[in-house]
């Protein structure tokens, strides 16, 4: 199995920077995909950004430009640097990671932006 422990979640204003951190142990590949969803009040959790083993990365539409998502596979950890941040992007963000055929989820950090 694959623990993932979410950090950097916090309170910021409009157009502030946070940046998330996710540490993973366990069973946890460096070939494994990582990435990051978010689930704000009321709604369904959606996608946000994505980064493969070889460091490709794809994002939401709703954070293009204003966040960026890389990794450590040394220090097992996928990052999410949230730039130029609205209140629409107040949520909990849960970081997860799949080896194709399995996937496992951290428990969530709340971000919470006030206009």
């Known amino acids: 199995q694959v623990q993932l422990v979410e950090s950097g979640g916090g309170l910021v204003q409009t157009g502030g920077s946070l940046r998330l951190s996710c540490a993973a142990s366990?069973?946890?590949?460096?070939?494994?995909?990582m990435g990051w969803h978010r689930q704000a009040p009321g709604k369904q959790r959606e996608w946000v950004a994505t980064?493969?083993?070889?460091?490709?990365?794809n994002y939401a539409d709703s954070v293009k430009g204003r966040f960026t998502i890389s990794r450590d596979n040394a220090e097992r950890t996928v990052y999410l640097q949230m730039n130029n941040l609205k209140p629409e992007d107040t949520a909990v963000y849960y970081c997860?990671?799949?080896?194709?055929?399995?996937?496992?989820w951290g428990q969530g950090t709340q971000v919470t932006v006030s206009s």
């Open positions: 366990g069973s946890f590949s460096s070939r494994d995909t």
């Open positions: 997860y990671r799949t080896d194709g055929v399995f996937s496992s």
């Open positions: 980064i493969t083993n070889v460091g490709n990365t």
